[in-house]
T-cell receptor, first 114, second 112 residues
């Protein structure tokens, strides 16, 4: 089945620790996105990438880092500099260009602080 | 930046009734999209309406777009308990580059 796979579903972070959230897609999409969702709120964009080896900061990039070494993969690292990391993280992909087409989402990773 | 604002924040209706959700935005857009999210899950795309379109249908969904008022509405007809979810509008605008900007969503509860 084509789609986006996020792992793990649940992740716990200790203070001072970096953690990495995985996002893999087999839709052959060039564009990939990371969003953060806090309870009862909408999605806020962390980082996005239109092509391999290139990515741009979104609205709330501080304390996060990404890489895009392969078309299929767009991992997100939540660094120790992110002081309030507890949230639901969603990865998405789409065909590139503007206007932006529809996004395909993964099932999300819930990150909590121990 | 939060371009879209949904109204109401929460809506509770009986099965069989219609549900209407509204979205207002601030800048000129290329298109507007509606997504659905079941609790604890990812978002699922419902419908995309372009700036030069006024109305679009998909099954029990009807979306309207009024660019003069910078607003859109999503109508779900003959609602079912399975329609219980959060619904988000998202806008694509030249001003915001190659990305969608989401609103805070409407929580819909359909009681059986």
């Amino acid at each position: 089945d084509g789609g986006i796979t996020q792992s793990p579903k649940y992740l716990f972070r200790k203070e001072g620790q970096n953690v990495t959230l995985s996002c893999e897609q087999n839709l052959n999409h060039d564009a990939m996105y990371w969003y953060r969702q806090d309870p009862g709120q909408g999605l806020r964009l962390i980082y996005y990438s239109q092509i391999v080896n290139d990515f741009q900061k979104g609205d709330i990039a501080e304390g996060y880092s990404v890489s895009r070494e392969k078309k299929e993969s767009f991992p997100l690292t939540v660094t120790s500099a992110q002081k309030n990391p507890t949230a639901f993280y969603l990865c998405a992909s789409s065909s590139p260009g503007q206007p932006v087409g529809k996004l395909f989402f993964g099932s999300g990773t819930q990150l909590s602080v121990l | 930046s939060q371009q879209g604002e949904e109204d109401p924040q929460a809506l509770s209706i009986q099965e069989g009734e219609n549900a209407t959700m509204n979205c207002s935005y601030k800048t000129s857009i290329n298109n507007l999209q509606w997504y659905r999210q079941n609790s604890g899950r990812g978002l699922v795309h419902l419908i995309l309406i372009r700036s030069n379109e006024r109305e679009k249908h998909s099954g029990r969904l009807r979306v309207t777009l009024d660019t003069s008022k910078k607003s859109s509405s999503l109508l779900i007809t003959a609602s079912r308990a399975a329609d219980t979810a959060s619904y988000f509008c998202a806008t694509d605008a030249w001003e915001y580059g190659n990305k969608l900007v989401f609103g805070a969503g409407t929580i819909l509860r359909v009681k059986s």
